[in-house]
């Protein structure tokens, strides 16, 4: 379980990265970080970039499910923690005071 979090985390932060970077390539209105790769950024990363939009899309679905697959194995390791279950600490009466 441990292993598969750490993968989780790993492509986590990998999507996160790719996903700045992807959406920066892509041209605004006003352009974009394509426009400072020249004429090469601009004909690959154009107006007729279907497919570097799925792309973005896909990338979204993957940060997204690995987000939400962190938090819930992160929710299941600390309900089943060790810790909690030792409820002998608040059984002892509280010191009485010499009043």
């Not at 993968?7 to 990265?17: D, E, M, Q, R, T």
């Not at 041209?27 to 570097?52: H, N, P, R």
């Not at 309900?79 to 009043?99: M, V």
Request: hydrophobic share 45%; proline share 2%.
């Amino acid at each position: 379980m441990e292993l598969l979090t750490t993968l989780l985390y790993i492509v986590f932060v990998f999507s996160a990265i790719a996903l700045v970077v992807v959406i920066l390539l892509q041209e605004g209105k006003g352009g974009g970080f394509g426009d400072a790769l020249g004429v090469a950024g601009q004909q690959t990363f154009g107006v007729k970039a279907s497919g570097i939009h799925k792309f973005t899309g896909a990338l979204c679905v993957v940060f997204f499910v690995c987000a939400v697959a962190i938090t819930v194995f992160n929710r299941t390791q600390s309900e089943s923690s060790s810790i909690g279950d030792d409820t002998s600490l608040f059984d002892t009466p509280a010191p009485e005071s010499g009043e």
